[in-house]
């Protein structure tokens, strides 16, 4: 733990780093590939959306010795319709079936309780209308809208335009991945999946806003200076902010799990399936999206513009000029050690790590 503190504390003071934008071609193909799994996933299989979406009955029972499997067999026979039927912790059964109307839901309820053998009384049973279902789905498409424009809208303001499309890119690509996974896992869409796909974006944003903000600050009067291109300093804010963005993620991701492989595995709650899973898959994504897709796409936006052109051009021709091979844009897997005199966020490296005055804004 001293160790990776360490590390941390030398990441931020720019002693050591890892060249995450000048490998962003690597980032981009595994993102595109993960991204293609996931639409194929939802392209073959689709979603299995729960009955608060298709409109159906779902049947809870008290604790009994008929498995799941038998369960679901005699609901399928008696309603013609698929049936989904999950363990409770309590030994009952949740039993779901979709396409029915309060008629066939009062008679299934009958056959259901002899089948089962347990008191009809003793079942709870509740019919969803369609109808209902389709107002959650167009009031979550309503939301999810107004928070992408508003989230556009903020970043335009309060950075720029091409900061805001990084975020945006970054947040369909969370979003995207979090639908595929749901897709190929086959666990069922709830309104509590949508809650949860609703609250990643957040956390998705969170750590994406605070690279930016760092990034904002580092490049201002970047073009009085000959000594960084826009890369190399975008790449220093992100290293500066690696640590905590790790350290914030472990720390949300702990909980959620424990929801996800405690709670809806071991003790078999089922029903928490559908908001950790948005949760968990949401999360990580949105920490891998923030340190290796929205900087490195901002860089790429930024390097296009002609005064980022003509400051690369001065940067490397100041550097052959001088013959130096300390750039940013460096070959290598691992961590890299700022060499004795070169520039640091916090000024430049001395003897033993030792800071001394900055002179980044020296031409």
Excluded: C
Excluded at 349 to 356: A, D, K
């Amino acid at each position: 733990m001293s160790r990776l503190g360490n590390l941390g504390a030398r990441l931020y003071r720019g002693e050591v780093g890892y060249d995450f934008v000048a490998k962003r071609m690597l980032w981009y193909g595994v993102s595109i590939l993960i991204t293609i799994t996931a639409i194929v996933g939802l392209g073959v299989r689709g979603l299995n959306m729960g009955i608060e979406f298709k409109g159906g009955a779902v049947y809870t029972t008290p604790k009994t010795t008929v498995s799941a499997a038998k369960a679901e067999e005699i609901a399928e026979d008696a309603a013609g319709h698929d049936a989904i039927v999950q363990e409770l912790g309590t030994g009952g059964l949740r039993i779901q079936v979709s396409g029915l109307d309060t008629k066939a839901a009062n008679s299934l309820k009958d056959d259901i309780a002899a089948g089962v053998d347990v008191p009809v009384k003793d079942i709870t049973a509740e019919l969803v209308g369609p109808s209902w279902g389709e107002q959650i789905a167009n009031k979550a498409w309503t939301g999810l809208g107004v928070f992408m424009i508003l989230v556009v809208l903020y970043l335009a303001i309060a950075f720029e335009w091409r900061m805001a499309l990084a975020a945006l890119i970054a947040l369909v690509h969370d979003l995207t991945i979090t639908v595929g996974v749901y897709a190929l896992v086959g666990f069922e869409v709830t309104p509590g999946t949508v809650i949860g796909l609703l609250t990643i974006l957040g956390y998705s944003l969170y750590d994406t806003v605070v690279v930016f903000d760092g990034l904002k600050e580092s490049s201002k009067d970047i073009t009085k200076q000959t000594r960084y291109t826009y890369s190399e300093i975008a790449n220093r804010s992100l290293n500066g902010t690696l640590v905590r963005s790790i350290n914030t993620t472990v720390v949300a991701l702990l909980p959620v799990a424990g929801l996800l492989f405690i709670g809806g595995g071991f003790l078999g709650a089922g029903m928490l399936n559908d908001i950790s899973l948005s949760l968990f898959v949401g999360l990580a994504a949105g920490a891998y999206s923030s340190i290796f897709i929205a900087t490195p796409l901002v860089a790429d936006l930024k390097e296009r513009d002609p005064q980022m052109k003509a400051l690369r051009k001065r940067v490397l021709a100041k550097r052959a000029a001088a013959g130096s091979k300390d750039g940013a844009e460096q070959d290598g897997d691992a961590f890299t050690e700022v060499p004795e005199g070169a520039a640091t966020a916090g000024g430049v490296v001395g003897p033993r790590g030792r800071r001394g005055r900055s002179t980044e804004n020296r031409r």
